[in-house]
């Protein structure tokens, strides 16, 4: 920001040195009477120019407040170029509500030096928006165009004026060829419009076939057109993209991610793709890619709180890693799942761990694609072949009901899933299920990598559950079945009760399962 301000008060300064030393300066050691006597003639004195510079300025003057006011301070994300550009346009059409009685070559002078320093930043709002670098853009050329236009405007009608004229022309050509190289992105139509009606007005201006007066109000209202435009237009869309930025989380960052896996993906199975297709790509690759937000601070704080929920990352950071304490909260009626993969003992001898790894992580990618789909259940770890759901730990009330239910649906899509994965000798898969109602405490233990813990009785009891469970069955203590009976799950699930069957360490209990002659009819209703 103090780049900026050092920039608009240089422009300033300099407005001031050309107005009040170097046209005076010029005029009085070259004798420049010129030709065409307008030149030195006064706004005022041209009835048609003043009402139109005038009015046109306190017009834009009253927008260009009210747009630094919000962009100062309502808007969220300051556009500090946009700002420097609004007072840069603004000192410029003060001098004219100010100054009645400046001259036109005094008009004109003040109106390239303006140009001179609202173009860097007009091409800055637009690489900032498309996140290229305004060296890509040949900005030099045009920088040198500008600046010798400044210098020649004195001698206008001479010889050197034209010679000049020319030569600039060319590096004008070569600048507007780098912008049209850009024509895919977003505002470059825009700025190569803009930039061909001043080519055109310049045009006018040197062939000289309308008044001078004419000229200078189309020059004017361009003025007007283009600085408003990229004040508007371009700075909202780069303060929206930057709004988007820092608000993005990690599942959007999860979204863009997959979009772009995906079309790597297409490419890899699309060897002919055509050259649109491919810029399309491209094109598509790069406004998803700029979505992600350079300072991934936020994120980090999200991933942290998803780790540790209920405010514990507060008490995490507040308290430090190296400090030794313990954080839990209790909760009741949090539905807890366990699943393992049966014989995965007699798989992980037979092949080596490379294969086993993929395995898992086949099977892991398949189930926690489900698991999204069920709004109240949060994967809590995997070890192994363990894999351990619970719902809901955010809840705000009481919801176990549904939770059950969901909890349910998602075992009995788990042993549909499984079904579809093989190993690599086509040998088929198997899991059991155990799911079980109860009190838990959730927090973390120790300070070594924090990982969101759940312990309880309720645990221990639905991982013997799982344990005991018949191959692709759910097995389910009483408490799940006091609610589940009673749940419609809009397909037909019907439970069986087991008796005496022994859990390690906690003795022989009632259980309930969904029988396992009836799942294929029960799996093909999901």
């Known amino acids: 920001m103090l780049s900026l301000l050092c920039f608009v008060v240089l422009y300033y300064n300099i407005d001031v ?25 006064t706004i005022y004195n041209n009835k048609e120019l003043y009402f139109l510079l005038n009015m046109n300025s306190y017009f834009m003057l009253i927008l260009y407040f009210y747009t630094l006011t919000y962009r100062i301070f309502i808007s969220n994300s300051t556009d500090k170029n946009c700002i420097a550009l609004t007072f840069i346009y603004m000192k410029h059409i003060v001098d004219i509500i100010i100054t009645p009685n400046m001259l036109l070559i005094d008009y004109e002078l003040s109106r390239a030096v303006m140009w001179l320093f609202t173009t860097p930043l007009m091409l800055k709002m637009y690489s900032d928006a498309n996140d290229i670098k305004l060296k890509d853009l040949n900005i030099h050329y045009h920088l040198f165009v500008i600046t010798v236009n400044i210098f020649i405007i004195p001698f206008k009608n001479r010889v050197i004026y034209y010679f000049f004229t020319i030569f600039s022309s060319i590096l004008e050509i070569l600048f507007l060829k780098s912008l049209f190289k850009n024509r895919q992105l977003p505002f470059t139509n825009l700025y190569i419009l803009i930039w061909i009606i001043f080519i055109i007005i310049n045009i006018l201006d040197i062939l000289q076939i309308f008044n001078p007066i004419y000229i200078h109000s189309l020059y004017n209202i361009a003025d007007t057109l283009c600085k408003f435009t990229c004040n508007i237009v371009v700075s909202n869309y780069n303060e929206q993209e930057i709004i988007m930025r820092e608000n993005m989380d990690l599942q959007s960052v999860n ?18 793709l055509t050259t649109f297709c491919k810029n399309i790509m491209v094109h598509i690759k790069k406004n998803l890619t700029d979505k992600i937000p350079a300072k991934i601070e936020n994120l980090k704080l999200e991933l942290l709180k998803k780790i540790l929920p209920f405010n514990l990352d507060v008490d995490y950071i507040k308290l430090g890693v190296d400090t030794n304490f313990s954080t839990n909260k209790e909760f009741d009626f949090i539905s807890i799942l366990f699943m393992d993969i049966v014989n995965y003992t007699e798989l992980a001898k037979k ?25 109240h259940l949060q994967k809590i770890e995997k070890i192994d072949d363990a894999y351990m759901v619970v719902g809901d730990i955010y809840r705000n009330e009481y919801n176990y009901i549904d939770v059950i239910k969901e909890i349910i649906l998602l075992g009995l899509e788990f042993i ?26 959730i927090g973390f233990l120790g300070n070594e990598i924090p990982r969101l813990c759940i312990i309880g009785n309720a645990v221990n009891i639905s991982a013997r559950l799982q344990s005991t469970a018949e191959e692709n069955t759910i097995q389910m203590s009483h408490h799940i079945y006091e609610q589940a009976k009673d749940i419609d799950f809009e397909i037909d699930i019907k439970f069986k009760k087991k008796e005496n069957i022994f859990l390690k360490n906690i003795g022989s209990v009632t259980t309930y399962n969904i029988e396992p002659k009836i799942n294929n009819s029960i799996i093909s209703e999901l």
Request: proline share 3%; aromatic share 10%.
């Open 17 to 41: 040195l050309f107005q009040k030393i170097y046209l005076p300066f010029i005029i009085e050691n070259n004798n420049i009477i010129v030709n065409n006597i307008i030149n030195i003639d």
């Open 255 to 272: 979204f863009i991610s997959h979009m772009i896996k995906s079309m790597k993906e297409f490419e890899i199975d699309n060897q002919k």
């Open 351 to 375: 092949y080596n761990s490379d294969i086993i790894f993929e395995l898992l992580n086949n099977i892991y990618n398949h189930f926690d694609n489900i698991i999204k789909k069920y709004s």
């Open 416 to 441: 549909k899933e499984i079904k579809t994965i093989k190993t690599p000798d086509n040998i088929p898969l198997s899991i059991r299920i155990g799911i079980n109602l109860g009190t838990v405490n």
